[in-house]
Every structure is written in C-alpha cells, then in structure tokens.
C-alpha cells in the first residue's frame, strides 16, 4: 500500500466532528450511533444520536435499522475504544459505517452542542430531515 493509499483508506472510514456535523446539515443519509453503555448516553450524547452499547450489537438488535444508512460509530474520547468495537461489529453485521475521531470529547472542544442530563450548549445543526 502506498501512502496516498492509506490516507484514502483512513479518510473513507473515518470522519471528525466537523465533517460528522456538515454530513447531518446536507443530507439524511447518516445516523450517530453512541456505542457506550446507555448510562454514558443518558449522561451525555451528540443530538440525534441513537445508542447502542458495542457488547449488545446482534442481528436482533439491529434488525430495525435501516441498512442504507452510513453509521457513524462514536464513543467517549482517545482513551474509548467503544467506537472502533462497535464500528466493526457493525460492519460484520453488514452495515456501511464509520468512525467519529475524538469521539464525544472532540465533538464538544469544536463547540458543537450535546443532549442528555449534563449537555453542553453550543453550536446545533438544522437537521436535512
């Protein structure tokens, strides 16, 4: 693999807050998936996002969704690795997805807003829904 090939690679799996914002402003076709436990996304979780624990991801628990969405898989920061499991048991399951990089903790420095018991104000997309 060449290095032009590996940016490509890295860049078609994974995206940061900025890119995972612009996605949600332009177009339906992404969906966050918080792949904490439901107590870290009760606490705290990027708007709109659904949770679903990486341990709890099945054929059955996923049957509901919709698999021409892309998920973006995301978890607490740099020190979780919540969002690579889940990412890839998605993508066992037979989902499109991707990874959020910095997770929650990077989506709040780049001042976006969250939801839950302790959420942050800040910036808020206007959903393409």
């Known amino acids: 693999m060449t290095q032009i090939e590996f940016y490509e690679a890295k860049l078609a799996y994974e995206m940061d807050p900025s890119d995972l914002f612009e996605a949600f402003e332009k177009s339906t076709d992404y969906i966050a998936v918080d792949a904490r436990q439901f107590f870290g996304f ?37 020190g979780c690795n919540a969002s690579t ?3 890839l048991k998605l993508t066992q399951l037979g989902f499109k997805t991707m990874e959020l990089i910095g997770g929650l ?23 393409a829904c």
Not at 53 to 61: D, G, L, N
Not at 108 to 119: L, S, V
């Open 42 to 78: 009760e606490r705290e979780h990027i708007p709109m996002a659904i949770n679903l624990p990486h341990r709890e991801m099945t054929e059955e628990s996923t049957k509901h969704l919709d698999r021409s969405k892309i998920y973006v898989c995301y978890c607490d920061g740099i």
């Open 85 to 87: 499991k889940g990412a």
């Open 105 to 127: 903790e990077w989506w709040k420095f780049d001042g976006y807003a969250t939801e839950g018991k302790e959420a942050n104000s800040g910036s808020e997309f206007v959903c």
